[in-house]
């Protein structure tokens, strides 16, 4: 039994999935033709509580696409250190907008408003850059999928209609802490001048992202995304697993967050874990006690019983659950973490 708990985009299509992508009515979304694509966009607009959205091909290009639209060259853009935008999309904020980051030193990913009005360079001050743009991240990747305290977020917004600074999300795994905290879609409609989720994660589709706005951002979009490369003719295969997903896919990812905390209890009990973060969803990061156990060692024990998990860095791992991974194989890979302790 093959275990591969290095990500949730490790997914394949279930059954159900393929079958709605098979039966997809599709055309040119390029001429903006394809009734799939336009239904599923409708759709995740509809459950965000705003205006319009645009289908993508992944979660990089719509915050590559909405940092674009909502900041001018030079300019600067206010994020966590562990930002997603900053640390993983190949430096596209100053390929793509020509902007540069003020990174803030946060906890597990997520800065408090306080710290955001720091941040922000006096608009007077010439020589300093611009600040236009704050982005959010929910749930963090690199601080091991936490949830923001939606009250901080409101505070941000806050701070943001202060200075007039537009204001992003990236959540690609938003989806988790919708259901980890039990919240409501439309309040972050409500909140942020820009949305981008991903399908191609918890929610197990093969391909695709969401950007969400009002009619204007949304419109203006399509031509970034035209420049980008974005445009995909008949796409909706892909928005058919998207529509899929949104009605089959979510509430079950509390089983992945339960898993998720079971996974931890095991690790905190091992002699040569030194420390388990706090799990509040599917991802867990954990750091061995490197004069017990090497990290190497520990990773090749595990990949003999055909068990991957991923290195983050700086001696710390990262497990993460998902829709494949079956109840079977968490029965097997708790019985394999006691064995190698
Ligand atoms: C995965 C991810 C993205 C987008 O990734 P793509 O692989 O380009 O779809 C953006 N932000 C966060 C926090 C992510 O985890």
Redesign the pocket.
């Known amino acids: 039994m093959k275990i591969n708990l290095i990500s949730d985009?490790v997914t394949q299509p279930s059954a159900g999935m393929l079958d709605a992508m098979m039966n997809a009515k599709v055309g040119d979304d390029v001429f903006k033709n394809d009734p799939s694509v336009n239904a599923f966009e409708e759709e995740v607009a509809r459950y965000f509580g705003m205006e319009a959205a645009l289908f993508f091909p992944?979660?990089?290009?719509t915050?590559q696409t909405a940092i674009k639209l909502h900041t001018q060259p030079g300019e600067q853009l206010i994020c966590d250190k562990y930002a997603?935008?900053y640390n993983?999309?190949g430096g596209g904020v100053s390929f793509n907008s020509g902007v540069s980051c003020k990174l803030v030193d946060g906890n597990r990913g997520m800065m408090t408003a306080e710290q955001v009005v720091e941040a922000i360079n006096p608009p007077d001050f010439y020589h300093s850059p611009l600040t236009s743009l704050v982005c959010i991240?929910n749930t963090?990747?690199k601080g091991g999928g936490a949830c923001w305290d939606f009250n901080e977020l409101k505070e941000i917004k806050k701070v943001c209609d202060e200075n007039g600074l537009k204001y992003h999300l990236?959540g690609?795994?938003l989806w988790n802490a919708l259901v980890a905290k039990n919240e409501n879609p439309k309040d972050y409609g409500n909140l942020f001048d820009s949305i981008?989720v991903?399908f191609?994660?918890g929610l197990g589709c093969p391909v695709g992202?969401v950007l969400i706005g009002n009619e204007k951002l949304i419109s203006d979009a399509l031509r970034v995304r035209k420049m980008l490369g974005g445009g995909m003719r008949q796409s909706g295969f892909l928005a058919a697993a998207g529509s899929y997903a949104l009605k089959n896919n979510i509430g079950r990812l509390s089983e992945d967050h339960k898993k998720a905390q079971e996974i931890g209890s095991v690790l905190g009990k091992l002699e040569f874990i030194k420390k388990v973060e706090f799990i509040e969803t599917n991802i867990i990061i954990f750091e061995l006690d490197e004069s017990q156990m090497f990290s190497a060692v520990f990773l090749s024990k595990l990949e003999e019983n055909d068990i991957s998990i991923i290195g983050m860095g700086q001696g710390k791992l990262r497990i993460v659950t998902h829709l494949d991974y079956t109840a079977q194989m968490h029965k097997h890979f708790l019985k394999i973490l006691q064995k190698i302790g």
Do not use: L
Not at 58 to 61: A, H, L, P
């Open positions: 985009t992944s979660g990089t290009m915050n997603h935008i993983y999309e991240e963090t990747n990236d690609a795994r981008s991903c191609s994660k992202s």
